[in-house]
């Protein structure tokens, strides 16, 4: 059984740019959900998809956006980067909503500059 | 508003010693409530999960106890290691088919040799 896997681990970008974040979802997992965390803080939740359908968005500005493929992984999109948008962006994946809990990645370090 | 308090927001210990994280929620209709360990600048790692009809689960040295009532969770960490120094999380889920967590801010942990 694989865990849950994201990729860049690390990410520099110019503010205006535009980035995609991708996540592997843990096997038999179907649900992906996205946060971000900004140093010292907790984990803010942007978005989650079940069956590659968006089924909750938290308080993030629609520049963040996603996608859910038929294999259950997952990509975030941000666009027009800001430097606020630095933080570690989290992955986690889940089977059948939050029965079971969720199983989180190690996250994308994205550093705005 | 569904919330998650978490105290202390810090705690330094000695290294062998015991301590208790607390977290308070808000958050209606209650589903689970898990405790998280995070790692400086890696995802969190599940520590413990409770529905509603548990009221202590353990991993280890670490004892989790929930009072549905009052609406307060503790996590308990017996004889600790430098190991332990790391971020706490609290999250409690909801229930229903658009299921979004919501996360404290965590408690920091620093043990000293």
């Known amino acids: 059984e694989t865990g849950v896997t994201q990729s860049p681990t690390h990410l520099i970008k110019t503010r205006g740019q535009q980035v995609t974040l991708r996540c592997s979802s843990q096997?038999?997992?179907?649900?992906v959900s996205w946060y971000q965390q900004a140093l010292g803080q907790g984990p803010q939740f942007i978005f989650q998809?079940?069956?590659?359908?968006?089924?909750g968005r938290g308080n993030f500005p629609p520049r963040f956006s996603g996608l859910q493929f038929p294999n259950y992984s997952s990509e975030l999109n941000v666009n027009a980067l800001e430097l606020d948008d630095s933080a570690l962006y989290l992955c986690?994946?889940?089977?059948?909503?939050?029965?079971?809990?969720?199983?989180f990645g190690s996250g994308t370090r994205l550093t705005v500059v | 508003k569904n919330q998650v308090e978490q105290s202390p927001q810090s705690l330094i210990i000695l290294e062998g010693k015991n301590c208790t994280l607390q977290?308070?929620?808000?958050?209606?209709?209650?589903?689970?409530l898990r405790w998280y360990k995070q790692d400086t600048g890696r995802g969190p790692v599940s520590l413990t999960i409770?529905?509603?009809?548990?009221n202590t689960k353990s991993n280890g040295r670490y004892t989790a106890t929930l009072d549905a009532d009052t609406k307060q969770s503790s996590l308990h960490i017996t004889a600790s290691q430098l190991s332990d120094s790391a971020s706490y999380i609290c999250?409690?889920?909801?229930?229903?088919?658009?299921?979004?967590?919501?996360f404290g801010r965590g408690t920091s942990l620093i043990v000293h040799p």
């Open positions: 986690a994946s889940s089977l059948a909503g939050d029965r079971n809990g969720y199983t």
């Open positions: 096997s038999g997992h179907n649900t």
């Open positions: 998809y079940y069956r590659e359908e968006e089924n």
């Open positions: 977290c308070n929620y808000t958050v209606s209709p209650f589903s689970n």
């Open positions: 409770m529905t509603f009809s548990e």
């Open positions: 999250v409690v889920g909801g229930s229903g088919g658009s299921y979004i967590p919501t």
